[in-house]
């Protein structure tokens, strides 16, 4: 059986050709052995978690109709944000759109990983690029260039994050030099993974085509359980 899916349906699908899912989720929740998932281009915010699993013989194809345009993102536009002068804007979140944990209280750490900086793994991006994290507010207000980037002339677009607890924000602060944030795609991520299972035994899936970006995923190390933006439970 084909399971279709469009993110530009008509709410409250079947999963048929004429009424497609609107989400991945909703399919992976039905999909069994021999099925195939056919995802429409477009922007997919979710952490897929596949119910089931497929066989040997029958595997459970998750495919993007056209290849790379179905994205599957861990990250979800940041707006709202207020000048603070020099380029500085700021922006407040709840804490609530977190699902699992805070990505900016969360420090890359694990077995094995061995940094002589603060790295956190949530980001924030600028029309799909990657900003850089500094340890502090006055680092954002007098940004440097980095001299081991690719791109030093970019590496001066970096931003920093507080804790209101108070509140239950993460508030956000970022150098866009030029940019207008609201006037730019600005994106924060919020999900650890964009495609993997919450249950060990999943196996014999295939996931075919897609685009897989901005998870806000742990390090992995060998000896440990491995996240990933897509990633095996164990």
Known sequence: ???????????????????????????????????????????????????NA???????????AEPLKAVITG?????????????????????????ERNPYTTRVAGDWF????????????????????????????????SPVSWDPAFSTRVWYTEQDEAADETVFYANFHDKDPNSENVEFTVRSACFAPKKEGVGYITLSGFTVRQAATQWAPPTAYQEGMIAPHW
């Open 114 to 145: 061995i940094a002589f900086f603060v790295a956190h793994t949530g980001d924030v991006f600028l029309n799909g690029k990657s900003l850089y994290e500094v340890t502090s507010l006055d680092a954002v207000k007098k940004p440097e260039a």
């Open 54 to 64: 497929g066989t040997p013989e029958s595997r459970i194809v998750y495919r993007s």
């Open 75 to 99: 990250a979800e536009p940041l707006t709202g944000w207020k000048p603070e002068g020099d380029g500085v804007w700021s922006v407040r979140v709840s804490n609530a759109v977190f699902e």
């Open 1 to 51: 059986m084909i399971l279709y899916v469009d993110a530009h349906a008509k709410p409250c699908g079947d999963g048929s050709k004429e009424r497609p899912f609107t989400t991945i989720q909703a399919a992976a929740d039905i999909a069994a052995p021999g099925d195939e998932v056919l995802v429409l281009p477009g922007v997919y915010r979710e952490n897929v978690n596949p119910k």
